[in-house]
């Protein structure tokens, strides 16, 4: 069986790669753990267990809590994953967007190589194992990639489309920003509460999400699709 990990920064990256991975590897060939990280300790709970004597894959997801601890927890675990508890790959998911980054939308590139050479540094030979993924400004930006979806949400479809445009997703400074924007018409509020995260998550359509038009307008959604292609195979 192939273990595979998958570190990620919050809620709304946990709810999205469970549901992503039911769409696109579908869970029937895995054993899924998820679990989450309690306050400011290491110790993590569990949040869901799949058994499945017959699966192909053993899934960990673990929500970490923030973008940080997606780069602590790996460091710390990822060689005693691979050499003792016999994992494949280890996939962190964090969002590119932080505060304390001066400029961050018109530096993104920058920012994005700087953390990416700082990440792998540690590692070594198991670094092929290893992989890091930055949604560029937040992984909402993968959302808004099924702009059909969004335009559905209200009645104001016009308005919607006015607000959604951009061709690349990643060209929005503040995703999340916009899919408040696309709430308010609505008359709700964005805030990545658990149950906003299902509502998104398991409304999107992952066939068109996986098809080369959406990947071609997200660099970094194209990167976590071939991430999981090749961790999968």
């Not at 267990?49 to 899934?59: C, I, M, Q």
């Not at 609505?186 to 990545?192: A, D, L, Q, W």
């Amino acid at each position: 069986m192939i273990k595979i990990a998958f570190f990620v920064e919050g809620q709304t990256e946990r709810i999205f790669v469970e549901k992503f991975l039911d769409e696109y590897i579908t869970l029937n060939k895995c054993e899924l753990i998820v679990k989450k990280n309690i306050g400011n300790n290491k110790s993590a709970k569990m949040v869901f267990e799949k058994k499945n004597p017959y699966a192909e894959f053993y899934v960990l997801i673990h929500e970490v809590g923030n973008d940080e601890k997606v780069n602590i927890t790996i460091r710390e675990n990822a060689k005693d994953m691979i050499k003792k508890s016999g994992y494949s790959y280890i996939i962190g998911l964090r969002d590119l967007y932080n505060p304390r980054y001066p400029d961050p939308h018109r530096r993104k590139q920058e920012i994005r190589d700087k953390l990416i050479n700082a990440f792998y540094k540690p590692f070594d030979e198991c670094k092929d194992k290893i992989k890091y993924i930055l949604a560029i400004m937040e992984i909402e930006a993968w959302f808004l990639l099924d702009k059909d979806f969004f335009t559905t949400m209200t009645d104001n479809s016009q308005e919607v489309t006015r607000i959604l445009d951009k061709k690349n997703t990643e060209d929005y400074e503040r995703p999340a920003k916009v899919i408040e924007k696309i709430y308010r018409l609505s008359g709700k509020e964005y805030n990545k509460h658990e149950d906003d995260s299902y509502n998104i998550t398991y409304n999107l359509d992952y066939n068109f999400l996986c098809s080369g038009e959406a990947k071609a307008r997200s660099d970094s959604w194209h990167c976590f699709v071939q991430c999981v292609d090749d961790c999968f195979r």
